[in-house]
């Protein structure tokens, strides 16, 4: 059984598929004492790449971005924080904020780099 640091790791890197995953991290409490892995704004910027390039599905955006959106364990980019905070926010409540579509996602990787 993988640990959940290295399940945590293979979730921001969208390592496997979402249903996957979302089934290795059931196997752990929500909440967490303390951060186990950092998320990127490199992280962000591959799951657009991906998008654009069309390898994946937005709604595998949103299941991606819903899985780390409030986790106490995932901790963000210190320098870039309230920019990743918005972003995973905008990914995972499409239907609050922005509908994800390519010309969005190249506006969001624009921000991120």
């Not at 106490?72 to 918005?86: F, P, T, V």
Request: proline residues 1%; glycine residues 2%.
């Amino acid at each position: 059984m993988l640990s959940r640091t290295e399940v945590l790791i293979k979730l921001i890197n969208m390592d496997e598929s979402m249903e996957t995953l979302t089934h290795e991290l059931s196997q752990f409490k929500w909440d967490s004492e303390k951060e186990l892995v950092l998320l990127t704004k490199q992280h962000i910027l591959r799951i657009l790449q991906l998008f654009l390039a069309g390898q994946i599905k937005i709604s595998e955006i949103e299941d991606w971005a819903n899985a780390i959106e409030c986790r106490e364990d995932i901790g963000r980019e210190k320098s870039s924080k309230d920019l990743i905070n918005e972003i995973m926010h905008e990914l995972a409540n499409p239907e609050l904020t922005t509908h994800l579509s390519k010309a969005r996602a190249k506006i969001l990787y624009d921000k991120l780099i």
